[in-house]
């Protein structure tokens, strides 16, 4: 069975610094991954997807980016964090064949300070 | 473009009465459309989604949703709410190939006991 992994859960950094959110998956090949921001416990703000290695597609111009330096990890990163940056991320991923919902991990609460 | 329409913010129903959480939706092409639930602090999880055939797909934890193509709506539904159905719930919408999917914001569900 395929399972998501992101950590850490919890982080608290201070403005300015720098971010780096990992995510894996496990027991699936070349999925489709997703990085979202929840802000106040509602609507999700889709941030980047990939297709494959190498490819991200940003949906936000902001101080974020991401990458995908292997088939089943997504990094989300930043080289200098803002007070607006707070919220709740998610990693998701979904098949290229057959499933077409999306499977999310259990997230990581971020507040910049 | 594509977007998603939650009307209601929150939904409350008594314990044991039928539920309706409400979606409309707006797609250039043809859609892939889905129900997702989400617990406090925790990720998204995958309710039911409709991809192509019969307009009343099911899903889990006795949850079902209606597509309905000439009013451009997904509502979802469920016979008799448990307590242990309150929680967020989002309808996303996806333009059938691109890969990309649109949430909601959100409809807060309370069943009352």
């Known amino acids: 069975s395929q399972t998501i992994h992101q950590w850490p859960a919890t982080l608290v950094q201070p403005v300015g610094s720098p971010l780096s959110l990992e995510c894996t998956v496990e027991?699936?090949?070349?999925?489709?991954l997703y990085w979202y921001r929840q802000a106040a416990g509602r609507g999700l703000q889709l941030l980047f997807y990939?297709?494959?290695?190498?490819?991200i597609s940003s949906e936000v111009p902001q101080n974020l980016s991401a990458s995908r330096p292997q088939d089943r990890q997504f990094i989300l990163s930043s080289k200098k964090l803002l007070l607006s940056d707070s919220g709740f991320y998610l990693c998701?991923?979904?098949?290229?064949?057959?499933?077409?919902?999306?499977?999310f991990g259990p997230g990581t609460r971020l507040t910049v300070t | 473009a594509q977007s998603v329409a939650q009307p209601e913010d929150q939904v409350n129903v008594a314990e044991g009465n039928p539920l309706t959480v409400k979606c409309t939706y707006s797609?250039?092409?043809?859609?892939?459309l889905f129900w997702y639930v989400q617990y406090p602090n925790r990720g998204l999880q995958f309710l039911l989604k409709y991809i192509t055939g019969d307009n009343l797909v099911k899903g889990s934890y006795g949850f079902e949703a209606e597509f309905n193509k000439s009013q451009t709506s997904f509502h979802l539904k469920k016979p008799s709410a448990l307590v242990s159905d309150s929680a967020l719930y989002f309808c996303?919408?996806?333009?059938?190939?691109?890969?990309?999917?649109?949430f909601g914001t959100g409809t807060k569900l309370q069943v009352i006991p």
């Open positions: 990939s297709v494959g290695i190498g490819q």
């Open positions: 998701a991923w979904s098949g290229r064949i057959g499933n077409y919902e999306q499977y």
């Open positions: 996303a919408v996806e333009n059938r190939g691109y890969q990309k999917v649109t």
């Open positions: 797609v250039s092409g043809n859609p892939y």
């Open positions: 027991g699936t090949s070349n999925p489709n």
